[in-house]
């Protein structure tokens, strides 16, 4: 993240859904005094949607307007209407706006987009600039903090990759991620969040088809801080897990486990910490 910001380069990163890349931007944003502008890809996302559009409407009501104004000729109605006045910013074109604050800009889940999708990015990537035939270039005057993120459903084109700084973001280790729940949720008792993160350390090992992600680890505590628990037992385990796992077939996986081997081998695992 330090080159990212000395380099002014976009970051890509890549990991497991629920490993935290989204929150580093939001942290970032907030730690820099940033307006945090996020765009969401998904399958279908189009420039008017992620970039900018023309208000159509009002340029049709300016029309009518001069048609009654012998004063204005075509070529005169015709920069009128492709002015700024009537351009919307989407979220890209937002970020980059020289009239705005600086920003983080936020491409969220790259991966969800059309790989055809990719190919305007690159101008924005490599010049912070956004080229709109009908009016001109619009350059960012203060360059944005770039992060894009991507879960890998899809590989991301290499030309994306190039103009940016790549890190990997894993599942963070049990020292790591109980500091993230100490951080997050101080109401929490030291040793059940101990408990829980050793627990959720070990069901990452377990053979399921979607491992819990950090955010899950965050519910759970709240939702057994919620039922009163001081410590991890098998029953409210069995009650919760939920919060924690997203799939039928796991949370069934997990009740035909030894459930409560794992909550004992969880609590040895807390005292050792």
């Not at 963070?172 to 109401?187: F, V, W």
Request: with cysteine; aromatic share 6%; hydrophobic share 45%.
């Amino acid at each position: 993240m330090h080159l990212a910001l000395a380099m002014e380069r976009p970051l890509l990163l890549e990991g497991e859904p629920g490993t935290g890349k989204t929150e580093i931007a939001k942290v970032l944003a907030a730690g820099l005094n940033r307006r945090l502008v996020r765009l969401q890809c998904y399958d279908g996302l189009d420039l008017a949607a992620a970039a900018y559009e023309w208000d159509h409407a009002r340029q049709l009501m300016a029309i009518r307007l001069a048609e009654g104004d012998q004063t204005q000729d075509a070529n005169s109605l015709q920069r009128n209407i492709y002015s700024r006045n009537f351009l919307l910013a989407r979220p890209l074109l937002s970020a980059i706006d020289p009239d705005l604050p600086p920003a983080v800009l936020l491409i969220d889940e790259l991966d969800r987009a059309d790989e055809p999708f990719e190919a305007f990015l690159l101008e924005l990537l490599a010049d912070f600039q956004i080229s709109v035939p009908e009016y001109g270039t619009i350059k960012a005057k203060t360059k944005p903090v770039v992060v894009l993120t991507s879960n890998r459903t899809r590989e991301v084109h290499d030309a994306i990759r190039r103009r940016c700084l790549y890190q990997w973001v894993d599942y963070p280790t049990a020292a790591r991620e109980r500091a993230i729940l100490r951080n997050k949720a101080p109401g929490i008792p030291e040793m059940l969040a101990a408990e829980i993160v050793a627990f959720v350390q070990s069901v990452r090992h377990a053979d399921i088809f979607k491992l819990p992600g950090v955010a899950e680890t965050l519910d759970w505590a709240a939702a057994l801080t919620a039922l009163d628990q001081e410590e991890l037992a098998p029953g409210a385990v069995e009650d919760t897990l939920g919060v924690l796992l997203k799939y039928q077939d796991d949370i069934a996986a997990m009740k035909g486990a030894d459930l409560a081997k794992y909550v004992s081998e969880a609590k040895a695992a807390a005292r050792a910490a």
